[in-house]
């Protein structure tokens, strides 16, 4: 359980300006729900995410890291935009 409100999360994660690179597992913790909607709802919220989902279970960056390196390698050498 997140010790965190719905109300706190959305709030902060309006105000996130930075890029951000969220890759997620296909089989993952959060699979449905309210949780994973609000989950999904502070991806919109947040002006330069990026976002991936990957074949794997939650250590899938620990099981299978040749999935997300490309992903992050990218991320990290793409030129950053000003906001």
Known sequence: MCA???DFIVACASRIKCRVLNIRASRGVIRSGKTEDVYLHTLDLMQQCEYHVV???HHLH???????APLINKFLNAPSSKL
């Open 62 to 68: 620990l099981n299978n890291p040749e999935r997300v």
């Open 4 to 6: 965190f409100t719905e």
């Open 55 to 57: 074949d794997g279970s």
